[in-house]
């Protein structure tokens, strides 16, 4: 009964019902909205507790667009706004709402329902939004877009109402004002440019033009605050374009100068979105300061100005034809080495073949005998090139090592240790003045060279059980970012992000092709000198047996699997890249570096090397401390001095049992031989190996002062920073030995060094451009984003890794043939350094 009794005393009121003329098209609107009033009785009844007080005079009012209403409400009255407007199918126009209250500390909020076709938008005022810690921020001034609803016929005409109640007894002023937003779609390659603020959110709406599959929307401010969202939202009712409910649907990313989405027609059926850009209420999402907390959860902050002035341009993406040639491009670059060195083997193998013939014919002549039969010949000549190639070895022994061992002291009988046993008992060996090779490989070939096999077939264990459960990760990640949209997961440089079915970043995945090939590349190439270092020692050629650096290619395999491993793990990473799967990008750059330092060391010290257990047991113990130091390492001192003492005590363990040549004991005795060998080599002549362990105190005092100075964020790159310096030392300190010994660096290997200097250099230049850093927040590292450089697919990042995974070949290489000039150098005349 009170609820008809309601319906009456509305539906008396209601124009259109009582005598008179006919009903007006207003008025024919209003009828059709009585459900609408039996909607509003219904929820006075709900709200006076269910006892209706006083029946609540309702008046509407028709009105028209671009006219400000002044008014005021109480619980006493309710006022209905009544609008129509002809919504046509070729052309699309926003109807905007915009309210304020004029009133000063009213009691109760005003509630404002916009009743639609398809839809209902509500909201109060004063408008609360909620920031960190549940802090509230009312707002007295609210403008809303209302959503357009598709419609089939070529013209129609719409009614909506705007509906104004309140429950206060006070009278509230307010104004109203309803106005048609004229430019309201977004057109390609057009700059649009508009204010907003957290309680004036705009959208406007885009067409997928013919021809056009996929466009990346962009959004730009010079201001960094206040911070804001920018969404993608397919057009539907209700739009969410509020601080607190912008990342319900679509694609969202927060920003502060920079903003860019890649959107494709396939995702939005009615081939357009709309564009949405939400003002937050705070900053701290963009990296801005935490404001004060306050007091209480309950005490509303003023807001404050909060407008921003954005512009948004639509652009087309690139077509499949700048796929497929960036894929060409990649494919081709490193396809190009694999042509390079079948050249290269074929010119070496006619030019060995021909030297070979030219010497056997002219120690022939020489003898002046005239073969029987040509399989005479042929015997007689592979006998007398033989000879003759042992001869030069022989002779080439004495001349090189006599100059190498006066270059570095005199020949005295003082430097030498006469005792008989020196041959045998490897602690007496190596207490010489001068070590050489021979007298580091005394080892049985065939023990060693199962010992660095161990390497190779390690890592590729390694690679297995760690790739797996990568992939699985990254395609979750990948997964979490297309479903719920939110694209501050992944910190990509999103105005060159080219998407590829799931995949938000094709481009940064697909030049990591490089690493792969190149690595393969860098296998076949060992695999040959393996095979023919392997028939070289099957026939005893003397070469192979005593001359030369002992050549075991464990590790050389390992290098290449290393390599291979970087770049599918790069690719890994940059699926989603982000702070908590960064060590999946670097893991294998400690592989790298490690290896490459034991190689180095191997070269003149093969039978002392670590073995593989030890040595990946040490890089398993480096990537432990880079998952701890990227979790706990920001900003922690305890962190940081805990592992500066560490690192310091492994590197100083480590340089002691390289200078001498792991014959030294860890015991309880070790305190007081360490005080008598300072005492004697460092104090009374300042020799040994103790003098030359000052510059590496000296070093890792420098460098731990700078990491617990300093302590920055990326721990990851810090400790890559300290293994690449280490190994560039190394290799720096192997190079300066190597010429002040008196031996010779080839054409091949010098070529070699200059090239991969280059493209090092090249290579890092664009690797500090900084397209992106999660260092930071998502909004901030988007400021560093750039458009794409080369053949409008790769940016600077993606050149990085074409460059590095050419530098990194290169420095395999180098490597590899530094020390050809040895191989017909005795290893007894070879110095150990």
């Not at 395609?475 to 060159?496: E, P």
């Not at 192997?734 to 493209?759: D, H, N, P």
Request: charged share 15%.
């Amino acid at each position: 009964m009170v609820l008809r009794s309601c319906w009456k005393s509305r539906h008396k009121n209601r124009p259109g019902t009582g005598p008179g003329p006919g009903p007006s098209a207003a008025a024919r609107g209003v009828r059709a909205g009585s459900a609408a009033l039996l909607w509003l009785c219904v929820t006075q009844f709900a709200c006076a507790g269910g006892e209706l007080a006083e029946i609540t005079k309702v008046v509407q009012k028709d009105a028209e667009f671009d006219v400000t209403y002044n008014d005021t409400v109480t619980s006493e009255n309710q006022t209905i706004y009544a609008f129509n407007h002809t919504v046509s199918r070729n052309r699309t126009e926003g109807v905007r709402v915009s309210v304020d209250v004029l009133s000063q500390g009213f009691e109760s909020p005003i509630l404002f329902v916009v009743r639609q076709k398809q839809a209902v938008l509500s909201f109060q005022i004063p408008l609360i939004l909620r920031g960190l810690y549940q802090r509230k921020y009312p707002y007295n001034h609210v403008g809303r877009t209302l959503c357009q609803p598709p419609t089939r016929a070529a013209s129609e005409t719409q009614y909506f109402f705007v509906d104004v109640s309140t429950l206060s007894s006070q009278g509230t002023n307010y104004q109203l004002r309803v106005s048609r937003v004229e430019s309201f779609t977004l057109h390609t390659d057009k700059k649009f440019s508009f204010t907003a603020s957290p309680s004036q959110p705009q959208y406007f709406k885009y067409d997928f033009p013919d021809g056009v599959d996929t466009v990346i929307v962009k959004v730009n401010s010079d201001a960094t605050f206040p911070c804001s969202v920018m969404s993608i939202q397919d057009i539907q009712c209700p739009v969410y374009d509020l601080d607190n409910n912008v990342a319900f649907i679509g694609m969202y990313q927060t920003m502060t100068k920079k903003g860019a989405i890649t959107v494709q027609r396939k995702d939005f059926p009615s081939n357009s979105f709309y564009v949405v850009v939400v003002v937050k209420t705070e900053d701290e999402a963009c990296g801005g300061p935490l404001r004060f907390y306050p007091l209480w959860p309950d005490e509303l902050i003023n807001a404050g100005n909060r407008s921003k002035f954005i512009d948004v341009i639509v652009t087309p993406a690139i077509k499949s034809e700048v796929y497929v040639m960036g894929m060409l491009f990649c494919l081709g670059i490193f396809l190009s080495f694999y042509l390079l060195t079948l050249l290269m083997t074929c010119l070496e193998n006619k030019r060995s073949s021909i030297l070979f013939l030219n010497v056997c014919v002219c120690v022939c002549v020489s003898t002046a005998k005239t073969p029987a039969s040509p399989y005479e010949y042929g015997s007689f000549g592979k006998c007398v090139c033989g000879l003759l190639v042992m001869s030069f070895c022989f002779r080439s022994l004495d001349s090189v090592g006599r100059s190498r061992h006066e270059s570095l002291s005199s020949v005295e009988e003082d430097d030498y240790d006469t005792l008989d046993d020196i041959n045998s008992d490897k602690n007496i060996v190596r207490t010489k003045k001068y070590l050489y090779v021979a007298d580091l490989s005394r080892k049985d070939k065939r023990i060693l060279s199962k010992k660095y096999q161990i390497y190779f077939w390690n890592i590729a264990t390694i690679a297995v059980f760690y790739a797996l459960p990568v992939v699985q990760l990254v395609i979750t990640y990948q997964t979490v970012v297309n479903v719920t949209g939110n694209q501050d997961i992944c910190f990509y440089n999103f105005l060159c992000a080219h998407p590829l079915g799931a995949l938000s970043a094709f481009n940064n995945i697909l030049s990591n092709l490089g690493y792969v090939l190149l690595g393969l590349l860098f296998l076949l190439i060992v695999l040959k000198r393996d095979i023919i270092h392997q028939r070289a020692l099957v026939r005893n050629d003397f070469n192979a047996l005593e001359c030369g650096i002992p050549k075991h290619f464990g590790l050389y395999y390992a290098m290449g699997t290393a390599l291979m491993m970087e770049g599918l793990l790069s690719a890994c990473y940059h699926v989603c890249p982000n702070y908590t799967n960064f060590q999946f990008d670097t893991s294998f750059m400690y592989m790298i570096a490690g290896l490459c330092m034991l190689k180095l060391y191997q070269k003149r010290h093969p039978d002392i090397n670590a073995s593989a257990y030890t040595a990946y047991a040490c890089l398993a113990g480096v990537i432990f401390f880079s998952v701890l130091g990227v979790v706990f390492g920001k900003g922690n001192t305890v962190f940081w001095i805990v592992f500066s003492v560490i690192h310091i005590l492994a590197t100083m363990l480590l340089s002691t049992q390289l200078y001498y040549m792991g014959r030294w004991r860890l015991d309880s005795g070790i305190l007081r031989r360490i005080l008598n060998v300072i005492d004697t080599d460092c104090i009374r002549q300042c020799s040994g190996p103790i003098g030359r362990l000052q510059s590496v105190r000296v070093f890792l005092l420098c460098r731990a002062a700078y990491g617990l100075i300093e302590r920055p964020n990326d721990f990851a790159s810090y400790l890559l920073a300290i293994a690449i310096c280490n190994l560039l030392l190394y290799f720096a300190f192997y190079i300066i030995m190597k010429l002040r010994s008196g031996e010779r660096i080839q054409c091949m290997a010098l070529v070699c060094i200059l090239f991969t200097a280059v493209v090092w250099g090249f290579a890092l230049y664009f690797f500090f451009q900084g397209l992106s850093t999660w260092q930071k927040t998502p909004a901030e590292s988007r400021e560093h984003n750039r458009d794409c450089i080369l053949l409008s697919f790769f940016d600077d990042h993606d050149i990085w890794h074409f460059l590095s995974s050419i530098a990194m070949f290169g420095s395999f290489l180098v490597l590899m043939t530094m020390d050809d000039d040895l191989d017909g150098i005795q290893r007894d005349k070879i110095f150990a350094f």
